[in-house]
């Protein structure tokens, strides 16, 4: 099969992580007789400096054209300043906007190997298999108005928390499918007990279980849900959840791996290019020396080939592939090892 990839490196080590996982595909393809063809494109910091754009619309345009795209991560100390008119987030939000890529999906696992990594005890993590689903082109980081003003004498900010129904439902119906190949079971995070936007949430989360008879669904409060994720994290299957509490629950799962460095993500829409990305950020700090852990980008690409090619086998064999190295031994810095970037995807491809 033919498909279309565009490359979005960024910043840091983003392009270290993604040409690995470059390499990993292209073993794919030959493997198993697909062509995967690369367009390489600027986004992030590296697009400010160059185009003094983070996202310009040739590169949202090419992504769009895409069957799915690929990035490393943008950012970096040398475009923080908040009062800076263009920003590499600012380029993700209209990525994600542009893309129309509504959830954000977030595996995390605890591999038995790595459990020493991990701030919980080994018994905490034994059995973790959570799949994060997270809203994320509505709610806080999007919703009108927003902004800064002088009211009665007083500085003032406001942010709105707004979400239509049709915006819960699409997230909700594609929680409930990932639970029917999973454990079968969906908890759907809000804040019921105080905001509105969350009761329509709870409303809609109540509506789509009753259609899916087969999938056990509990709600749960987001003070509740930060909690289990550290004293039960194993009672979780599938979580569901708003933009901002899902950036938040996110992260906080992600410890539970042991790296950041190992984690995939796909942001996915109901049609169109899905985007795939490492949770990570560009690391600056072990940026340009080549011992970033290419896990997570190549973990991502696996992904990829799952849910936007519908290739299971061959991501299923990258997953296995991962899953064997870590068994047996070998490691990056991040967890305590020695191997370079470039030694752990050789490790990889050599058991795919
Ligand atoms: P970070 O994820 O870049 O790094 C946090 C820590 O984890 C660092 O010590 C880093 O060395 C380590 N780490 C991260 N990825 C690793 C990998 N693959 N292998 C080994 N170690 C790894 O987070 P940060 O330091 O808070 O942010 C750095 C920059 O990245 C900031 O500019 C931030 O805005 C940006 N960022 C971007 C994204 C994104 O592009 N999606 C996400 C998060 C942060």
Redesign the pocket.
């Known amino acids: 099969m033919n498909f279309k990839i565009t490359l979005l490196p ?5 392009p270290e ?1 993604v040409a690995e996982a470059v390499r990993v595909l292209d073993a794919i393809a030959s493997k198993h007789g697909h062509s995967f063809k690369f367009t390489e494109r600027l986004m ?1 910091g590296c697009s400010i400096d160059k185009f003094g754009s983070s996202l310009t619309d040739e590169t949202l345009a090419d992504c769009k054209s895409a069957d799915a795209v690929l ?7 040398k ?2 300043d908040p009062s800076a008119k263009d920003r ?2 600012r380029g ?1 939000l209209a990525l994600r906007k542009g893309l129309g890529v509504f959830a954000n999906l977030r595996p995390v696992k605890a591999h038995s190997a790595l459990m020493e990594w991990s701030p919980l005890k080994p018994e905490k993590l034994k059995g973790v298999d959570i799949m994060v689903v997270r809203e994320l082109t509505g709610g806080l980081y999007f919703g009108w108005p927003k902004g800064r003003d002088v009211k009665d004498g007083r500085e003032r900010a406001v942010d709105t928390l707004e979400y239509y129904d049709y915006e819960v439902k699409r997230v909700m119906e594609l929680a409930f499918k990932l639970a029917k190949g999973r454990k079968k079971k969906v908890a759907s995070v809000d804040k019921a007990n105080v905001l509105e936007s969350s009761r329509l949430w709870r409303q809609i989360a109540a509506q789509t279980g009753k259609e899916n008879p087969g999938i056990e669904l509990e709600h749960v409060l987001v003070d509740t849900a930060s909690m289990k994720l550290i004293t039960s994290p194993a009672s979780f299957d599938v979580v569901v959840t708003e933009n901002m509490f899902g950036d938040i629950l996110t992260d906080e799962a992600s410890v539970l791996a042991g ?3 190992m984690l995939p993500s796909a942001s996915l829409g109901e049609s169109g290019a899905g985007l795939f ?10 940026a340009g020396r080549g ?7 190549i973990l991502s690409s696996a992904m990829m080939l799952r849910h936007s090619f519908k290739l299971e086998a061959e991501a299923a064999s990258i997953e296995k592939a991962v899953d064997d190295v870590i068994t047996s031994g070998a490691r ?3 967890i305590g090892g020695k191997l370079t970037t470039r030694q752990m995807t050789d490790e990889i491809i050599k058991r795919m």
Not at 10 to 14: L, P, V
Not at 71 to 76: E, K, P, R, S
Not at 277 to 286: C, F
């Open positions: 960024g910043d840091g080590i983003g992580v992030g990035l490393g991560a943008v950012g970096g100390p475009w923080d590499p987030e993700l790296s950041m460095g990305e490492p949770v990570h950020g560009s690391a600056p700090d072990i011992i970033a852990n290419p896990i997570g980008a990056t810095a991040d």
